[in-house]
């Protein structure tokens, strides 16, 4: 049963939001590893919801903070040497 045009359209618009200008690489990335697997119909929505992110464009609305939380690179919770080194004596 294929996905109705209204749940393609909201999974591309936060596919952006969540993935920004590298939401349409990572659409194909999936549409291609569901194909590889035999799910041509799960290849086939995600196709669709490709086409829906080309139509979208630039996205209209900055980043939510929480989400531009998430695609921040990841930063280690141990200090840096030189940031010891800044520190405070106790």
Not at 1 to 11: E, G, N, S
Not at 30 to 51: C, F, N, P, Q, Y
Not at 55 to 68: F, H, N, T, V
Not at 85 to 90: A, G, L, M, V
């Amino acid at each position: 049963m294929a996905a109705p045009d209204l749940d393609i359209r909201r999974t591309a618009y936060l596919f952006v939001r969540f993935h920004g200008d590298a939401a349409a690489e990572r659409a194909r990335m999936i549409a291609e590893r569901m194909h590889s697997k035999g799910d041509h119909e799960g290849a086939d929505t995600w196709l669709r919801i490709i086409v829906a992110i080309g139509e979208l464009g630039e996205p209209k609305y900055p980043l939510s903070p929480e989400i531009e939380a998430l695609r921040a690179p990841r930063r280690s919770s141990r200090a840096t040497p030189i940031e010891r080194r800044d520190r405070p004596k106790r």
